[in-house]
């Protein structure tokens, strides 16, 4: 059972990524997928989660209107697509399931979050 992110890389400022995220020994269908990110010295925080049971998405404010999540239950995959890239944006992206999960962006529920991936590093610099 295992979540796998790639995709990410450097990149210049104002550039796009498409992250990828991978699940194995289970089913995405019942999981709320979200991704979080971890900049250097900070504290990992949330940016983008979608619901299983409806497909709702949600963002923090930060990457509203630049990121968009989604997720194919048959491909057992989700992606995260980041465009109009900034320095601030510069992490280790990370993505994580869990199941039946709400999605709230606005707290931090890393502990209630049942698997995952290992990361993967997005560096915006010119």
């Known amino acids: 059972v295992q979540l796998q992110a790639s995709g990410g890389g450097l990149v210049q400022p104002g550039g796009s990524l498409r992250l990828s995220c991978a699940a194995s020994?289970?089913?995405?269908?019942?999981?709320?997928i979200a991704w979080f990110r971890q900049a250097p010295g900070k504290e990992r925080e949330v940016v983008s989660c979608?619901?299983?049971?409806?497909?709702?998405?949600f963002y923090a404010d930060s990457v509203k209107g630049r990121f968009t999540i989604s997720r194919d239950n048959n491909k057992n995959m989700a992606w995260l697509q980041v465009n109009v890239l900034k320095p601030e944006d510069t992490a280790v992206y990370f993505c994580?399931?869990?199941?039946?999960?709400?999605?709230?962006?606005?707290?931090?529920?890393?502990?209630?979050?049942?698997?995952w991936g290992q990361g993967t590093l997005v560096t915006v610099s010119s």
């Open positions: 020994g289970f089913t995405l269908l019942y999981y709320a």
């Open positions: 994580a399931a869990e199941l039946a999960g709400p999605c709230m962006v606005t707290v931090s529920r890393e502990a209630e979050y049942d698997y």
């Open positions: 979608m619901r299983s049971s409806d497909g709702s998405a």
